[in-house]
């Protein structure tokens, strides 16, 4: 299923496509009118997920990210924290 939802990011207009991960898991990707925009969230798998839970990477180029997803109200605030690396991934609850 893909799920098509709207937001805009640092002033693009994009549409979020749900996806799923070969591992398991929700991807959410972005597209802009000129094609792929940004990948929004990351595959962690030793990370325990709920089915409706995505792994939303706002930093470094996704900066922003999750303040468009959530006002856009493709996902919840953040429900916890994880580490992705050296920078944290903000685990929300897919609403749409």
Request: proline share 3%; charged share 20%.
């Amino acid at each position: 299923m893909v799920l098509v939802e709207h937001a805009t990011h640092r002033g693009v207009a994009i549409e979020i496509h749900r996806q799923e991960y070969a591992q398991g898991g929700i991807a959410l990707q972005a597209y802009s009118e000129d094609g792929p925009w940004a990948m929004c969230t990351v595959c962690m798998p030793e990370i325990t997920l709920a089915e409706n839970e995505v792994i939303i990477k706002d930093y470094s180029e996704n900066e922003g990210i999750l303040e468009a997803l959530v006002e856009a109200g493709i996902v919840s605030e953040p429900t916890r924290f994880v580490r992705v690396g050296y920078a944290i991934g903000y685990v929300c609850l897919l609403l749409s």
